[in-house]
Structure formats: C-alpha cells, structure tokens
C-alpha cells in the first residue's frame, strides 16, 4: 500500500494503511465463509442456511426449518462489523453437518444421496477443502486490503 504525497491526502493514507490488517482478516474471514457455504450440500437448503458468523463467541443457535435466506449477507455483515482484536467465529450447529463433512450417513454402502456414507454433493466436504487454500487465501486477502 504505498503513498503518493501529490496523489494521496496524508491522513487519508494513514487511516487506510492502520487499517489495512483488520482489512485483511475480514477479507479472509469472508472468502472463507463464503466458499464453505457454497461447498455445502442442498438437499433442503437447511445445512447452507445454518452457517452463522458471530464475533467472539460461539453460538448454540440451530434452525432445521430455515431452507431459504440470506446467509452470505447476514454472515458478511458481521464480518464486515468486526474490529481491532474481535475473533471472527463461522460455524454450523445443525446436527449431521459432521456427516456432510466426515462422512458417516449409512452403513450402506450408496442411497439415493450418499456414496459410500458420503454425500454425492460434497464427498470430500467443505470445511477441508476451503481451509486447504487458506494460505493463497490469506495471501489474496492481504493483497486486496493493501489495494484498499
């Protein structure tokens, strides 16, 4: 993030460069979520939906009935809330999102949606697959802060 003193109005540049590491976290946190949502399976659309975000503490909250919604927008914009040393926590309290990640969902080896106790959809998971990139992605992450 560089300065140009005929093109950049000193304090704006400072407040922008201080900034730039939440910046980045949050840029991070977000590419992050929004992939694992993504990767998740839609049967009902209950396991996508149930992804929440939430800042410096956990949540219990799990609603099997909510198939339809705003999840990357209501997840974003607590992403887009958190500041200084907040901890940014995604996660999925419905029950069987373990199995949708781990595999696990019948003995049987094929159903109509699972392969082997795994889903057809995401039989390698979510979760995993996105954190495998996390470095590009934090790389990515503090590339676009510094361009902010």
């Known amino acids: 993030m560089g300065w140009d003193p005929k093109a ?20 991070f946190a977000f590419s992050l979520f929004n992939r ?12 996508r939906q149930n992804w929440l975000v939430t800042l410096n503490s956990g949540t219990e909250e799990a609603d ?18 958190a500041r200084g040393d907040d901890k ?8 069987y999102i373990k199995k949708l990640e781990y595999g696990g969902f019948t003995k049987k080896p094929q159903t109509e949606k699972t392969v082997g106790g795994f889903s057809k ?28």
């Open 64 to 81: 099997p009935s909510k198939t339809t919604g705003s999840v990357l927008t209501d997840g974003g914009s607590v992403i887009d809330r």
């Open 8 to 27: 950049t109005d000193p304090l704006e540049w400072a407040a922008k460069t201080k900034n730039a590491p939440r910046e980045a976290v949050n840029i």
């Open 36 to 47: 694992v949502v993504m990767r998740t399976p839609v049967d009902t659309g209950a396991a």
């Open 121 to 148: 959809q995401a039989p390698q998971g979510m979760v995993g697959l996105v954190l495998a990139k996390a470095d590009d992605l934090w790389k990515r992450a503090v590339e676009a802060a510094k361009g902010h």
């Open 88 to 95: 940014i926590i995604i996660q999925n309290n419905l029950p």
